[in-house]
């Protein structure tokens, strides 16, 4: 079993149409994570949702908005979408919002997002 | 705010050789620290962490790493390579501020000459 899993894997949209990213986790996480990587492979975190409430949230346009209708679950949606919104997203977990030894983030296998 | 240096953005390697990957991080606390490797066209997958005792930590794959406090540095290393180590390796740093989060260097991406 995926233990993070996102959908879809791929998407190619185009300028200007609303699109959702959605992500589960089954390892009974409290904290789920967003976190963008773009086209130079860097890795910055846009949002962190714990036990369905915002804790993190970075400087992120307002037209990216998390929702986290349980605890397992933390979707992605994007409105208007730009051409530099075209990288891959990953969403991850970990057990609670704080660090420690028992406190590994896990990432899901990303969402190659690509805007024509 | 603290800040990851990955000094080196490409390296090649000869399959059987060792290897080290150059780690540099930046915070004001006890860091914890983690090593992900991203294989083309994967998600992140975790190598090792350190979070406090033995400073020489093993993880999976044959990877081990190494926190110097005084060097600020936590490099990676493998004494012999395999092909299947080809990716990008990166480094990351864990801040809290009101919530865990890493801060990631910008990556190695590691080949391998056969």
């Known amino acids: 079993d995926t233990a993070v899993s996102q959908t879809p894997k791929y998407l190619v949209t185009q300028m200007g149409n609303d699109k959702s990213i959605k992500c589960e986790q089954n390892?009974?996480?409290?904290?789920m994570y967003w976190y963008k990587q773009d086209s130079k492979k860097f890795l910055k975190i846009m949002f962190s949702?714990?036990?369905?409430?915002?804790?993190i949230n970075e400087t992120v346009p307002n037209r990216f908005s998390p929702k986290s209708p349980d605890k397992a679950h933390l979707n992605l949606h994007i409105n208007s979408l730009e051409l530099g919104d075209s990288a891959v997203y990953f969403c991850a977990s970990s057990q609670d919002r704080t660090g420690g030894s028992g406190n590994t983030i896990y990432f899901g296998e990303g969402s190659w997002l690509t805007v024509v | 705010a603290q800040s990851v240096t990955q000094p080196d953005i490409h390296i090649t390697v000869s399959e059987g050789a060792s290897l080290e990957l150059r780690c540099n991080y930046s915070y004001g606390a006890t860091p914890y620290l983690f090593w992900y490797v991203q294989s083309p066209g994967q998600g992140l997958q975790l190598l090792l962490k350190y979070f406090s005792g033995d400073t020489l930590v093993q993880g999976i794959k044959g990877f081990e790493a190494e926190f110097k406090r005084s060097q600020s540095s936590f490099n990676l290393r493998k004494p012999s390579v395999h092909w299947s180590d080809a990716a990008e390796y990166f480094c990351a740093v864990g801040a809290i501020q009101g919530a865990q989060k890493l801060v990631f260097g910008q990556g190695t991406r590691l080949t391998i000459n056969p």
């Open positions: 949702y714990n036990n369905k409430e915002l804790i």
């Open positions: 390892l009974g996480h409290d904290t």
